[in-house]
């Protein structure tokens, strides 16, 4: 598995290290001079996501092989962003996917090894495309997005402990509103994410107690699709902004904490 592992970040670093000034993260967040040296660009964002994939994927009981896969997902899942660049969660569409499904699979013709190819198109299957495959032995498409998902979270975490950035509190809002429920429903299906969301519970809640809030969510919003917050209530985007659809968020948790 170590070497295994290694070879993985050999590749890795061929491929995106070279440009890691260029592919920052949660741009939308930063103001003009600002940076993030947690989770601030792809490369260091994959770094953090194989180590979350490999400690979560060990408590599935997943095999060596499977474990290899998870790894393969966290650290080129964002290959394509080299290319377009990062895109904020709620910007991400599936046509943004086919974009970088195309980029990687020019990409794989510079890569000789037949292993890499096979995983790389992999990730392609899975991250982006979001399909199954009757061999996998495992169900990669939800979990690695609910891996996807905790990495999101570990972030807004970091964010609320050190307030490193002064747009910090949009980007933890938008993050518990986009990312907790989706987690809750996941660790039904997961150990591992049940295991992961018990064990951070008390950052969580002092998060959405200190934090999650109706007029920093719309500020958050507004940063993202540039327009006025009232506006996303009746719009295509579908998106909720009232003090009720965040009490519901908040009573889901605090039922979920009542359960586990």
Not at 109 to 134: G, H, P
Not at 237 to 245: E, Q
Request: aromatic fraction near 12%.
């Amino acid at each position: 598995m170590k070497r295994m592992i290694r070879s993985i970040r050999t590749l890795h670093y061929c491929l995106i290290c070279w440009k890691t000034l260029e592919s920052k993260r949660w741009e939308i967040y930063l103001e003009p001079e600002e940076c993030l040296a947690y989770d601030g660009d792809i490369y260091h964002h994959s770094e953090l996501m194989e180590k979350l994939a490999i400690k979560l994927g060990r408590e599935e009981a997943v095999t060596r092989d499977q474990l290899a896969t998870l790894a393969w997902l966290a650290r080129f899942h964002d290959l394509g962003e080299l290319h377009f660049g990062d895109k904020t969660f709620n910007l991400k569409s599936e046509e943004d996917d086919l974009k970088e499904t195309a980029y990687i699979d020019k990409l794989l013709e510079q890569i000789q090894s037949e292993y890499a190819k096979e995983k790389l198109n992999q990730v392609v299957r899975i991250a982006l495309l979001k399909k199954s495959d009757d061999n996998d032995g495992f169900d990669f498409v939800n979990y690695f997005n609910a891996v996807e998902r905790a990495g999101y979270l570990n972030t807004a975490l970091h964010m609320h402990e050190y307030a490193p950035i002064i747009n910090y509190r949009l980007l933890i809002n938008n993050v518990l509103y986009n990312q907790l429920d989706h987690l809750i429903n996941s660790s039904r299906a997961f150990p591992s994410i049940r295991h992961y969301l018990s064990k951070n519970s008390g950052e969580i809640e002092d998060a959405i107690r200190k934090q999650f809030h109706e007029n920093l969510l719309a500020s958050g919003f507004k940063r993202i699709y540039g327009t006025d917050s009232r506006y996303l209530l009746s719009n295509e985007y579908g998106i909720d902004l009232s003090k009720n659809a965040l009490d519901n968020k908040r009573t889901n948790w605090l039922n979920y904490l009542s359960q586990i």
